[in-house]
């Protein structure tokens, strides 16, 4: 930079000191100073020398890196109509350790006309110490030729589970371009989304992509990744999730080179102002627990509801029913292990508690404020990977030497309002009742409740802290994770000191909330293996066909949610024998089916709906109009008048769904797909899948009414903090 003038002023609003760029703090106030560097996307902003300012808040680094020199105050926010084109970050706001988020626009007048320039938060860059030196990491292709063959395959892995969320957001080409794959340490990181436009890209243009990587691909990876990109390539693997199981069958053989030692360590403290602590965690503190991954070594943070009675017999009821729960997996050896299939039963775990700590509420008639309840975070160390589930807003992070990430997404109001698309992180947060929590345990049944399941692949030493937000608030864990997690990693500290020093900062620099934390502390050596892996492909793809036709879309699954059990040592399904006149009388029924529907294709009356009485302002939908496509949006809920079937899934009548999605179909335009959420019903089951997904033909068939999105359902609010 050539402006040594530049001074960057104090966030706290009640300050605004200028301060030099290399401290780390206000000299006037001591509050510390944040340095956001972003990522300008759009136009070239070169002509404008390192040193320059534009839009007087924002100095020119380098080519496209910008920083934000008044960082206390709100960027400038996207006019309504641009929204849409940044739609697509904001729904992948759940992947934003690999994607970048919207921070703001900028301004800025050229020969006369306006340019909005676009900037993205937390770009892939590196920065050194005095904070001088700002470069972008380095693309894939250069870093790829170094890393270990564990290590590649990871990197193609995180590829494959990116493949199919920015595929439905219309931004897959971006896994397709060099130049926007960067390299953080282990992680891929996205520089910018690229639209699709009308040429939707292929798998197989995947598989064309990565065999470019396969002349500098380890040895002993090389004949396995190039049967991954001739199947690719042909056809074979034909949809993300066998792409996904592919690689991992890639990533078991090499875990046997990796030997991976943990250490676990909680400690829970009431703060210096609250009269009790309605915290709890396991192991319980002050427990240091020291072992190679299994099943049994387990890590939880609940966090019990702030104000409400009874927050630390929910927390404490979280914790029991988890261990209860999930004993039967110490049983089951690793190789049985379907990663789908685990993190099924851990949300499966988790909506159990869900239930008791209900239950409990209901036989004490608890109403409103007065139901108890918690937050929960935990994580399950398993062979080489790290499986992590959350409700609420404890949260869990994943530090390691190049990087300091949050991996879960609070279930708050603001974080909603971004996932639907309709705000920027930074602006939600500015609205009223912004961090109140849209779900937590215990505060409604487990057929509205939603836990988030992440499963990570660890090959080199990581430290993961699960906290509840007496330390998290603030941004405590950004501004202090060099100083106060790097050194367990460099071996200067213990994994107990660590805690006590973020308790202490959670009590001096917080301190109006209970703190809990755990930490999880990964050591990793791996050495390669002198011979090749090797995987039964012709075997194997012909095991793990797609789930359901009716889950794709362009030939992409688009099911995240996969309620199934942990597969057991025995695995042989029996089939019962079927008489000959039952199978003749089932292929008759078949075939009078089919005719009955081709006769309702061809004599087919347009299908009208009922809509309920509206309680505001907005006129409701006409009894007699059919829905449109212009109706279908994500503040649409929908009550069905009669039982229904979706999916092959019954529904009873009064049973409400709200739309999460309409994904366009390249085969038929005016017939999307529209993926709904079920809500609840008065006599609804825990076993009622979350999601279901059907066409739009097939829902003007069926028999619902439309909600204004201001009418109270049951899909609203389940509680606040």
């Known amino acids: 930079m050539e402006n040594d003038a530049v001074t960057l002023y104090c966030p706290n609003e009640y300050c605004q000191f200028a301060n030099p760029l290399t401290h780390k703090f206000c000299q006037q106030c001591s509050t510390p100073l944040p340095k956001r560097y972003l990522w300008a996307v759009g136009e070239d902003i070169s002509p404008n020398h390192p040193g320059a300012i534009l839009g007087d808040r924002y100095l020119v680094i380098s080519k496209s890196i910008l920083l934000d020199i008044k960082?206390?105050?709100l960027p400038q926010i996207p006019e309504l109509d641009n929204l849409e084109k940044i739609k697509p970050y904001l729904k992948l706001i759940p992947y934003r350790i690999n994607i970048p988020q919207v921070y703001g626009v900028l301004n800025l007048a050229n020969n006369q006309t306006q340019t909005e320039i676009l900037l993205l938060e937390k770009p892939p860059l590196l920065t050194d110490a005095t904070f001088t030196q700002v470069n972008l990491c380095s693309s894939l292709d250069t870093v790829w030729p170094e890393a270990s063959s564990i290590r590649q395959i990871h990197w193609l892995w995180q590829l494959a589970n990116l493949w199919q969320p920015l595929a439905v957001e219309g931004v897959a080409s971006s896994l397709l371009d060099p130049h926007l794959l960067r390299v953080e340490g282990v992680l891929i990181r996205l520089l910018e989304l690229r639209f699709d436009g009308e040429n939707i890209p292929s798998l197989s243009q995947l598989g064309e992509f990565w065999w470019q990587l396969l002349k500098n691909a380890k040895p002993n990876i090389a004949p396995f990744i190039q049967q991954v990109c001739e199947a690719l390539i042909q056809g074979e693997i034909n949809s993300s999730e066998q792409l996904i199981k592919v690689l991992d069958r890639g990533l078991i053989q090499l875990e046997r080179f990796q030997t991976t030692t943990i250490k676990i360590y909680t400690k829970t403290d009431s703060g210096p102002i609250r009269p009790r602590n309605e915290d709890a965690c396991?192991?319980?503190q002050n427990t240091l627990i020291a072992k190679p991954p299994h099943h049994s070594a387990l890590a939880i943070v609940c966090d019990g509801i702030g104000g409400h009675e009874g927050g630390n017999v929910a927390s404490n009821l979280a914790i029991e029913t988890i261990q209860q729960q999930l004993q039967g997996l110490s049983s089951v050896p690793y190789e049985n292990i379907d990663p789908a299939l685990l993190l099924?039963?851990?949300?499966?775990a988790v909506a159990t508690v869900n239930d008791k700590i209900s239950q409990r509420?209901?036989?004490?008639?608890?109403?409103?404020?007065?139901?108890?309840?918690t937050?929960?975070?935990?994580?399950?160390?398993?062979?080489?990977?790290i499986y992590i589930t959350h409700v609420g807003d404890s949260r869990a992070y994943w530090i390691t030497r190049h990087s300091c990430h949050q991996i879960t997404l609070d279930d708050d109001v603001a974080s909603r309002e971004v996932r639907l698309g309709y705000a920027l992180y930074r602006e939600a947060l500015q609205h009223s009742g912004s961090g109140s929590l849209v779900q937590a345990l215990g505060m409604s049944k487990s057929t509205s409740l939603h836990p988030t399941s992440q499963r990570f692949i660890i090959d080199e030493d990581a430290v993961f802290l699960l906290t509840s937000d007496g330390l998290s608030d603030f941004d405590r864990i950004e501004e202090s994770w060099e100083t106060e997690m790097l050194p367990i990693l460099s071996g200067k500290i213990s994994i107990e000191n660590a805690a006590e020093r973020l308790i202490e900062i959670a009590n001096t620099k917080n301190g109006h909330d209970n703190v809990t934390i755990a930490l999880v502390h990964y050591e990793?050596?791996?050495?390669?293996?002198e011979t090749s892996i090797t995987v039964d492909f012709a075997n194997f793809l012909a095991s793990t066909p797609l789930d359901s036709i009716d889950d794709t879309v362009n030939g992409e699954n688009l099911s995240s949610d996969q309620k199934t059990q942990v597969i057991t040592k025995d695995k042989t399904i029996n089939f019962p024998s079927i008489p000959l006149q039952l199978i003749v009388i089932l292929g008759l029924m078949l075939?009078?089916?089919?005719?009955?529907?081709?006769?309702?294709?061809?004599?087919?009356?347009p299908t009208t709906i009922s809509s309920p009485s509206p309680i505001s302002s907005q006129p409701p939908i006409s009894p007699t109009t059919p829905i449109t496509l212009d109706d279908i949006s994500n503040t649409l809920v929908i009550k069905a008048n009669s039982s229904i079937t979706v999916n092959s899934q019954p529904f009873p009548a009064q049973s409400f769904f709200q739309v999460i999605d309409k994904i366009t179909n390249p085969n038929a335009v005016d017939n999307p797909v529209v993926r709904l959420r079920f809500c609840q019903t008065s006599d609804s089951v825990s076993e009622t899948p979350k999601t279901v997904q059907l066409n739009f033909s097939e829902?003007?068939?069926l028999d619902i009414s439309i909600l204004q999105s201001d009418q109270s359902s049951p899909c609203d609010l389940v509680g606040d903090r």
Do not use: C
């Open 344 to 348: 099924s039963d851990l949300e499966r």
């Open 699 to 701: 829902l003007q068939d």
């Open 375 to 385: 937050t929960i975070v935990m994580a399950l160390p398993v062979a080489h990977e």
């Open 282 to 284: 396991f192991p319980p």
């Open 591 to 605: 075939i009078s089916g089919f005719l009955g529907y081709w006769f309702k294709l061809q004599f087919k009356l």
């Open 71 to 73: 960082p206390g105050l």
């Open 361 to 373: 509420n209901d036989s004490e008639h608890r109403q409103g404020r007065q139901r108890m309840g």
């Open 524 to 529: 990793v050596k791996y050495s390669e293996p």
